[in-house]
């Protein structure tokens, strides 16, 4: 129900948005494609548009916002929320001898992760008595309306009316203190109205998510400082990921270069390959347990046959009549090595470099899903447990954050170390 | 003895399919010292196989390449390399392309600096040689490509359609610029195009080769080149025997894509 109308909002505000920039925002004329007349069709004239990418992501956070009650989010952006506070409902029950009475359920309902506090109430008159009940918001409770009653449902008494509304043992009603039905025994199943808003531990509001990255931030988790858990994170990538080069782009030259090598390991390397890293983190654990070798060594595993495969990419697309240029100036074989077939393969390990820093950035997340006593997965793996959903979801943004940095910098490395890439 | 011999070369490639491509037959050719020779050709004559059986790429099935009274039997920097494109460097710049060759011989920069410098000014590439080569024109990668060879001094230079991916008159700016270093450095060059006013414009000696299988048509002994040093190759085309040649040769090649033509419609 809720995703429902979460889904409409998005869609709405994409159509929304769209149109009031179509209409009311002028096509930049000073720009090349602005004069093109057939843009549908032609890639190159879709530039990403500044304004949708920046409505997105507003649109993200609005709608997390409102639909969890964010202080962020002015109150009449806010989704309707779970009724909260006190209310009350009339219901009759009937006796076996055809007799009617009222009485009066006075119901407290906290909010979100408050105490639902018990009271009492004036039992009234007749043989139905007035009830209180205390309950938290956005759930149901099964009253049990007779246990302060003379006549009780053992005896034959039953609801047939809330709020004078006729109700039955299949017939559920909704007035507008809420929902109501019979349950199998005949008790009062009442649920107030619940409202489009998320439970926080369904979802937590932005400002929950921020505050538990503050609070941990200061004063860590379990036993580690935030920067500890990302810092083993990070280390254990760039520890597996190192290896993994270091082994792999010498075994991929050497596959690229010698017929023996190649035979000898492409079937390793093709098998290996399509093996998910993840399918080895038993194996691994089995093998080394779970503790930093364990970790390094799937992540070495990860990155190797990547890191294999691009170098022998790189050797192989050598122009060969760079190679041939190189023998007719001269160049012995160790110098062809080192001057055109390293350099040469130089873009082609970068781009494996970031596919693999990619996957080991994964790898080490759902390994510290599995098992460790510190690490980003480990965070959230435990935070899951006791389902502090905001941990969790800072845990998730925080991986999500760095996985795109690491992306970044070897972008920027990338540009910075084969500028040739792609020009020649 | 001071001069290339090229004697007796057959090359068959024998392909998977059990088939063979008898790609030269019986090729022979003496080279004197300082000779530019261009060589024209159908596609598909051997052309580009003979330039690799003489740069030492390629071992002939039969036949041998004699240099300076030496067998070939590898590439060497005493034979350079000047490829159509793509055989620079992108990660060097210009002037670490053009001193590869006497660097990877060991030479210091006090060795090889002024040699190289004065190819690059010779070459019009003075102003750019710190540059990255992908950030040259077509010409001027080219033309680093011609200078990195000078500066490794071979004795002979291979041309494998040098120019053949440049511009009309990029083109005829670097025919002017061939002419002029041969002239200047004395090199023994063999240059394969495909256009055949420049065989007949830089070549000294120009061979036209015949397909299936390669061998060596016709040879000629032109005058162009030598008008061509230090003057206008557009006059050289208004001298007389110029157009005769040209029409002559053209007949030559046409008759034999003619006959190619031919002999696959015959096959159909
Ligand atoms: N490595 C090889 N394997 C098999 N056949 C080859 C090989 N190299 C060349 N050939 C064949 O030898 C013949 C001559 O090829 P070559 O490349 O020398 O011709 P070319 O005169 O340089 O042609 P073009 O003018 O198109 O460059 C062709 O029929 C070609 O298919
Ligand atoms: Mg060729």
Redesign the pocket.
């Known amino acids: 129900m809720i995703g429902v109308m979460i889904l409409l909002v998005y869609v709405a505000i994409f159509l929304g948005s769209f149109l009031v920039v179509r209409f009311f925002v002028r096509r930049s004329t000073s720009d090349f494609t602005a004069l093109k007349t057939v843009t549908f069709g032609d890639e190159s004239a879709v530039a990403s548009n500044r304004i949708a990418s920046v409505v997105s992501v507003v649109t993200i956070f609005l709608i997390w916002g409102s639909f969890t009650g964010s202080n962020w989010v002015p109150g009449f952006l806010h989704a309707p929320g779970p009724f909260v506070g006190d209310t009350s409902f009339v219901y009759t029950i009937e006796t076996g001898d055809g007799t009617r009475d009222d009485a009066t359920v006075f119901v407290r309902v906290a909010g979100f992760g408050e105490q639902a506090e018990k009271f009492e109430v004036d039992p009234g008159e007749g043989i139905a008595k007035d009830d209180a009940v205390a309950m938290p918001a956005s759930r149901s409770s099964t009253i049990l309306f007779d246990r302060n009653d003379e006549v009780t449902r053992k005896d034959g008494a039953q609801v047939v009316a809330i709020d004078g509304v006729a109700i039955g043992p299949d017939k559920a009603i909704q007035t507008p203190a809420g929902r109501f039905a019979l349950t199998a025994k005949g008790a009062i199943s009442y649920a107030p109205p619940r409202g489009l808003q998320m439970e926080p531990i369904w979802l937590p509001p932005p400002e929950a998510v921020v505050g538990r990255l503050i609070e941990i931030a200061d004063e860590g988790y379990r036993d580690s400082t935030l920067w500890n858990h990302l810092g083993y994170s990070l280390f254990r990538v760039i520890a597996g990921f190192l290896f993994g080069a270091l082994l792999g782009i010498p075994l991929g030259y050497a596959m690229g270069l010698s017929d023996w090598f190649r035979g000898w390991f492409e079937p390793i390397v093709e098998f290996m390959r399509p093996v998910p890293p993840l399918a080895l983190i038993p194996l691994v654990i089995i093998w080394f347990g779970i503790g930093e070798t364990g970790k390094i060594i799937l992540l070495f595993l990860a990155s190797l046959w990547i890191m294999a495969i691009s170098a022998r990419a790189g050797v192989s697309g050598v122009n060969i009549s760079k190679v041939h240029a190189a023998y007719s100036l001269g160049a012995s074989k160790f110098q062809i090595m080192r001057h055109v077939i390293m350099p040469n393969s130089l873009p082609e390990i970068f781009t494996g470099a970031r596919v693999a820093m990619g996957v080991c950035w994964g790898t080490v997340v759902a390994a510290e899903l599995v098992a460790a006593s510190e690490g980003a997965g480990m965070m959230i793996m435990v935070a899951s447990k006791f389902q502090l959903t905001d941990i969790v979801l800072m845990g998730i943004i925080l991986i999500g954050v760095i996985g795109f940095g690491i992306d970044v910098l070897m972008r920027k490395a990338e540009n910075w170390l084969v500028p040739w890439k792609g020009r020649s | 003895m001071s001069g290339l011999s090229i004697e007796n070369i057959s090359m068959r490639?024998d392909?998977p399919n059990g088939t063979a491509?008898q790609?030269l037959q019986d090729v022979s050719l003496l080279l004197n010292k300082g000779e530019l020779m261009s060589v024209l050709?159908p596609?598909?004559?051997?052309?580009?196989?003979l330039l690799n059986i003489v740069a030492g790429f390629l071992a002939p099935t039969s036949g041998q390449v004699v240099l300076n009274g030496h067998a070939v039997t590898g590439p060497d920097a005493e034979r350079g390399m000047v490829f159509q494109q793509g055989a620079l460097f992108e990660w060097m710049d210009v002037r670490e392309n053009v001193s590869f060759g006497p660097r990877m011989g060991g030479q210091t920069e006090a060795q090889w600096g002024a040699q190289v410098d004065h190819l690059l000014d010779v070459t019009g590439l003075g102003d750019f040689k710190d540059k990255a080569t992908y950030e040259l024109s077509g010409g001027m990668q080219q033309r680093v490509a011609l200078a990195r060879c000078l500066a490794n001094d071979p004795d002979v230079i291979l041309m494998d359609e040098p120019l053949g991916a440049l511009d009309a008159l990029t083109r005829e700016k670097m025919q002017g610029l061939v002419l002029k270093l041969w002239k200047e450095t004395g090199k023994t060059i063999i240059l394969i195009t495909?256009s055949v006013e420049e065989a007949i414009l830089l070549g000294e000696r120009l061979l036209v080769m015949a397909p299936r299988p390669?061998r060596i048509h016709e040879e000629y002994r032109l005058p162009f080149a030598e008008m061509g040093v230090g003057g206008d190759l557009r006059e050289v085309k208004t001298a007389p025997g110029y157009a005769e040649t040209r029409e002559e040769i053209l007949e030559m090649i046409w008759n034999m894509e003619e006959e190619i033509m031919g002999r696959t419609e015959d096959m159909q």
């Open positions: 490639f392909l491509v790609a050709g596609s598909g004559c051997g052309k580009t196989t495909h390669g």
